[in-house]
């Protein structure tokens, strides 16, 4: 088993004692730092960033020589698998992700392939393993994933969107179409994720971006359900070491108890749940990971550290937190506010873990 200098992110997941509370950022290697933005331009592009091993290594470590954060999370994108499917994805300048040939039909999802995740996407896996390599195990390394609902939405609309009309259209008229897709996509993902468990991702994190558009219902079905198969499918245990797993649906306060009782291991929260009561919810359950409002990044730093002291307040004592934003940081947030939030965590958790030292 490799030894890991800082192994509280993986501690508070799995709900053991720690000293402080573990905090990292989702989108913490990115826009919002200059040097990430010097990278991309000598990559070309985000894709190439993305397939190009060094510079996604480069990109990964880049917030962890600023910040004392408690882990690093894999630099790539959640749609490699639908790219690896076939489907063309590029990026439109201010308009986001596009695919050149989204699903229109049955016979399109009949027709898709599983990739192979150490050949059509073996450039993760070698980013996973050279940055699990140059971390020389100062802290984890999270691999993620998106979840089959949010990527099969991107599949069917061709990109963002605002209303989700063709794939509900899908849902309601082709229930029978977008289960296939669900479940391709599912077996997908649990390949992926568990060939980045054996490059070395130490923490596995599924992205669950439009679950909260569903009906509750609708939520069980056609998200839940999928996610809960990948649960099961995943490796738990590698290296000599557990493998926590954390689901975030955003938008998905309204479920907790469903999505603990998947055998995950943490829950990510959005902002707009409170943290006091998502614990008493399930805390029992599963750790949970959360949820200040990224937005509170732009206040001055006195009052930052207010809403950190806040959400630690609301969980409480305790083990099984770790602090993160409720979604990813803004582009436009200064890193020095990012910096404040990150030592405000450390300094001020400390009260709340005393009878564990």
């Excluded at 989702?26 to 000598?42: I, S």
């Excluded at 397939?51 to 990109?59: D, G, I, P």
Aim: hydrophobic share 40%.
């Amino acid at each position: 088993m490799s030894e890991l200098k800082n192994d509280r992110y993986l501690r508070a997941l799995l709900r053991q004692p720690v000293d402080v509370t573990p905090v990292w950022m989702m989108r913490q290697a990115g826009r919002y730092l200059p040097e990430y933005k010097e990278t991309r331009a000598q990559a070309g592009d985000f894709i190439s960033l993305c397939k190009n091993t060094e510079l996604a290594c480069e990109v990964t470590l880049q917030p962890l020589r600023r910040f004392p954060l408690d882990a690093a999370i894999l630099f790539s994108d959640i749609l490699t698998i639908p790219d690896a499917m076939g489907l063309g994805l590029y990026f439109e300048t201010g308009e986001g992700p596009r695919f050149k040939s989204p699903i229109n039909s049955l016979d399109d999802i009949k027709k898709l392939p599983i990739p192979d995740p150490e050949d059509e996407l073996g450039y993760v896996m070698n980013a996973v393993r050279a940055i699990r390599h140059a971390l020389q195990g100062s802290v984890p390394l999270i691999g993620f994933s998106g979840s089959p609902w949010t990527l099969a939405t991107y599949m069917v609309e061709g990109g963002s969107s605002k209303a989700f009309t063709k794939i509900k259209k899908m849902m309601y008229s082709e229930p029978q179409a977008l289960h296939l897709l669900l479940d391709k996509l599912a077996d997908s993902v649990t390949l992926y994720l568990n060939a980045q468990i054996k490059a070395g991702a130490q923490s596995i994190m599924i992205f669950d971006t439009w679950g909260g558009v569903l009906t509750g219902r609708d939520y069980q079905l056609f998200s839940l359900h999928y996610m809960h198969k990948i649960v099961d499918g995943l490796i738990r245990e590698y290296d000599g070491r557990k493998v926590p797993v954390t689901l975030f649906t955003k938008g998905g306060g309204r479920w907790l108890e469903a999505m603990a009782a998947t055998g995950c291991d943490a829950l990510g929260l959005d902002w707009t749940i409170d943290i006091e009561d998502a614990r008493r919810r399930v805390g029992d359950k599963v750790a949970l990971q959360g949820n200040m409002d990224p937005s509170m990044l732009y206040a001055p730093p006195a009052r930052i550290e207010q809403e950190v002291e806040t959400i630690l307040a609301g969980f409480g004592k305790g083990n099984g937190h770790v602090f993160n934003l409720g979604h990813g940081i803004h582009q436009d947030v200064p890193p020095e506010h990012a910096g404040a939030f990150i030592d405000a965590v450390h300094r001020l958790s400390k009260p709340y873990h005393q009878d564990n030292d």
